[in-house]
């Protein structure tokens, strides 16, 4: 079983910036893909962003791409997504994910979220 823990969540106007990170306690999982779904109020959860073990490979939804960028430190089980130009839209609870055999939208272990919440 994998533990994962997500922070950097809060509240930020419009425009604003947060960076979410994702630890693993005490569990290599520097080979595994890692990503970050997100849930709205009333909304089924979704894809937001992926990233392979090397770190040589990123996947986007297109809702995303350009404002958002994942990185990862596997020294440290870490890995962290930073949120620009942030809209009202992107609020929702984010959650991490992580899967041994790279399986992008359907990961094994979860994260338990963290709430952002973009305000106009």
């Known amino acids: 079983q994998v533990q994962l823990v997500e922070s950097g969540g809060g509240s930020v106007q419009a425009g604003g910036s947060l960076r979410l990170s994702c630890t693993a306690p005490g569990r290599t999982v520097s080979r595994y893909i890692m990503g970050w779904f997100r849930q709205a109020p009333g909304k089924e959860r979704e894809f937001v962003a992926a990233?392979?073990?090397?770190?040589?490979?990123?996947y986007y939804a297109d809702s995303v791409r350009g404002r958002f960028a994942l990185a990862r430190r596997n020294a440290d089980n870490t890995m962290y997504l930073q949120m620009n130009e942030l809209k009202p839209e992107d609020t929702a609870v984010y959650y991490c994910?992580?899967?041994?055999?790279?399986?992008?939208?359907?990961?094994?272990?979860w994260g338990k979220g963290t709430l952002v919440t973009v305000s106009s």
């Open positions: 990233i392979t073990w090397t770190g040589g490979n990123t």
């Open positions: 994910a992580a899967d041994p055999r790279g399986k992008i939208y359907a990961m094994d272990y």
